[in-house]
């Protein structure tokens, strides 16, 4: 019996070293996060959630509520500090309903992001390289933590 009890403190105490390395891991990485200036103004119908970069790489969120969105596509310019343009990208918007509010959700690894510009397009340009497709991360990390698991 008194093995099983100190096998299940050993348990407890992994858990816990694990749930309290996550917390302090995330809080880091989200502490190196700051916010980009828009350099110009926000169409109608587009709210910034997140726009966020790092030295490396950034994250963007937006609200579209918007109906005239309809099938055109967002333009997103990332800009360095002197006004160099080092990243675009094209997201197609959809459909958007009356009342319906779509999120839109990508991330970026392009170093010294200082800025950005939304702007409404008919047609898709090219996007820069630098963009990672959202399913792609969600995938990569469940990837990550089934083989982690098996490893334990």
């Known amino acids: ?17 694990w749930i309290l390395s996550d917390i302090l891991i995330n809080v880091g990485i989200d502490s190196t996060y700051k916010d980009m200036k828009n350099r110009g103004e926000l169409p109608k119908g587009i709210e910034v959630v997140q726009m966020q970069s790092t030295k490396v790489n950034g ?3 937006l609200k579209l509520s918007n109906e005239e969105l309809s ?4 333009k997103i310019d990332l ?19 009356t009342n319906q509010v779509k999120e ?38 469940y990837f990550t933590v089934i083989s982690l698991l098996f490893v334990i």
């Not at 019996?1 to 070293?17: E, G, P, Q, S």
């Not at 099938?71 to 967002?74: A, N, R, S």
């Open 1 to 17: 019996m008194d093995k099983v009890k100190r096998f299940a403190k050993y348990v407890i105490w992994i858990i816990l070293f």
């Open 59 to 61: 994250r963007i969120k």
């Open 71 to 74: 099938g055109k596509y967002l």
């Open 79 to 97: 800009y360095s500090n002197i006004g160099n343009v080092l990243g675009t990208q094209y997201i197609e918007v959809g459909t958007i309903s």
């Open 104 to 141: 839109v959700e990508t991330y970026f690894k392009i170093t010294d992001i200082k800025s950005y510009e939304i702007s409404i397009v008919d047609e898709a340009g090219e996007t820069t390289e630098g963009f990672l497709d959202t399913a792609l991360g969600i995938l990569s990390v």
